[in-house]
């Protein structure tokens, strides 16, 4: 069974821009967790969603926002890059978003660096 | 609301050493924890996860985890430290409105 499968892996935009990184979930999982995660920060959540809507939100600008699709393939965007959305950012799937006691299974994330 | 607090940053042992990793965690309702691995420019890898069933939880790599209600902890240990277990661990927890929140995630040093 195929992992969850994040591309691109690496990324380099100039400030002012956005981007757009995919997340492909493993075969079933219908629950994408997006997270950013940094040195100074660790692992922030950014959005989970579920079945196409989404269920969860953290504390991130407007800027950041997501999507699902009804093959459960997610995307986020950022607009208008900032130095400080220099990160590594990290899809995860599960099962179901129904159950507790669920892992979630990550991606080897998309490094995003912004010049 | 719910929180993860790991102590300590950076932990250092000595190949064959045990290795202590602590978690604290804060919920207001039963939680479910769980411990990832992550290996530089990689996801994170699950370890471990409690789900009620029993407070000693063994994992892979011969890691293993206790619950404590009454500490409220969930600390990592493995009884001797192998190079290969260098990385970042991460303590993480689950309740409620099924967000999982991280802690801030320790590196762990293996001395040869």
């Known amino acids: 069974k195929a992992g969850v499968t994040q591309t691109p892996r690496y990324l380099i935009k100039t400030r002012g821009q956005q981007v757009t990184l995919s997340c492909s979930p493993i075969?079933?999982?219908?629950?994408v967790s997006w997270y950013q995660q940094t040195p100074g920060q660790g692992l922030q959540f950014l959005f989970e969603y579920f079945s196409e809507t989404q269920r969860n939100k953290g504390n991130f600008p407007g800027r950041f926002s997501g999507r699902q699709f009804s093959n459960s393939r997610s995307e986020m965007n950022v607009s208008t890059l900032e130095l400080g959305d220099s990160a590594l950012y990290l899809c995860?799937?599960?099962?179901?978003?129904?159950?507790?006691?669920?892992?979630?299974?990550f991606g080897q994330g998309t490094r995003l660096t912004v010049v | 609301a719910q929180s993860v607090t790991q102590l300590g940053s950076h932990v250092s042992v000595s190949e064959g050493a045990l290795v202590l990793l602590r978690c604290n965690y804060s919920s207001s309702v039963p939680p479910y924890l769980f411990w990832y691995v992550q290996y530089p420019n990689q996801g994170l890898q699950l370890l471990l996860k409690?789900?009620?069933?029993?407070?000693l939880v063994k994992g892979i790599n011969g890691f293993e985890a206790e619950f404590k209600k009454s500490e409220t902890s969930f600390h990592l240990t493995k009884p001797s430290a192998h190079m290969s277990d260098a990385a970042e661990y991460f303590c993480a927890v689950k309740a409620g409105g099924f967000k999982t929140i991280f802690g801030a995630g320790t590196r762990l040093f293996v001395k040869a």
């Open positions: 075969s079933g999982h219908r629950s």
């Open positions: 995860a799937s599960s099962p179901s978003a129904l159950s507790g006691n669920t892992e979630a299974f």
């Open positions: 409690y789900t009620s069933a029993a407070t």
